[in-house]
């Protein structure tokens, strides 16, 4: 059982725009601790997608965006390409790093 | 740009012991923690524990807590994980992912991580 609840599975049309959640509680998202994405593409490593809430490091589309509002963060992407369909995690800290349980991202 | 490079394959039976290593590159190495994550087979990211290469404290997952052992060689900018009696169950890739801190430095990321290590117990 994740600290860090996400939806198993999205998905969407090229070009459309979609929204994976990320559900924390008081003990870490709520208690202020930032919200970190990773994006796993088949067969790879994970690697950073936003960090610190919002902020991309570079390289990364500005198709994608975080945001952060009470004991939840939420990740946005926009203008859906075929190479986005990967599997994402959510990660903050609640006493030790912990993760969210992933979301498969299709596009369709 | 630092990169963590990872040992390769294993295959081991149940009872085995086993190090895996995640070699960084640069010499700014012993100034992060180094994190180790398990992917099992079709499922998510765990958080086994991390490392200061500076003076090898570690902290670990009630999860994983006496189970695995994490080190790290600062002299060769090298972390470990290992297993002294594998299970089954130990079956997964095993990441290693540097701690980047940013903004006022109390908060990190994982960035770089590993390329995994993909470990196979099976008798």
């Not at chain 1, 952060?68 to 986005?84: H, P, R, V, W």
């Not at chain 2, 991390?50 to 670990?60: A, E, F, I, L, Q």
């Not at chain 2, 994983?64 to 994490?70: A, D, E, K, N």
Request: with cysteine; glycine share 12%; charged share 15%.
């Amino acid at each position: 059982q994740s600290a860090l609840t996400q939806p198993p599975s999205v998905s969407g049309a090229p070009g459309q725009r979609v929204t994976i959640s990320c559900t924390g509680s008081s003990s870490n998202i709520g208690a202020g601790y930032d919200v970190h994405w990773y994006q796993q593409l088949p067969g790879t490593a994970p690697k950073v997608l936003i960090f610190g809430n919002s902020y991309r490091p570079s390289g990364v589309p500005d198709r994608f965006s975080g945001s952060k509002s009470g004991t939840s963060a939420y990740l946005a992407i926009t203008g859906l390409q075929a190479e986005d369909e990967a599997d994402y995690y959510c990660q903050s800290y609640d006493s030790r790093p912990v993760f969210g349980g992933g979301t498969k991202l299709t596009v369709l | 740009e630092v990169q963590l490079v990872q040992s390769g394959a294993e295959v081991k039976k149940p009872g085995e012991s086993l190090r895996i290593s995640c070699k960084g590159s640069g010499n700014s190495f012993p100034n992060y923690w180094i994190t180790w994550v398990r992917q099992m087979p079709g499922k998510g990211l765990e958080w086994i524990g991390m490392v200061d290469p500076r003076d090898s404290y570690t902290n670990y997952s009630p999860s994983f807590q006496g189970h695995v052992i994490i080190s790290a060689d600062k002299s060769i900018s090298t972390a470990y994980l290992q297993w002294s009696s594998l299970k089954t169950s130990d079956t997964a890739i095993y990441y290693c992912a540097r701690h980047t801190y940013y903004g006022s430095g109390s908060q990190f990321r994982f960035d770089p991580w590993g390329q995994g290590t993909m470990v196979t117990v099976s008798s």
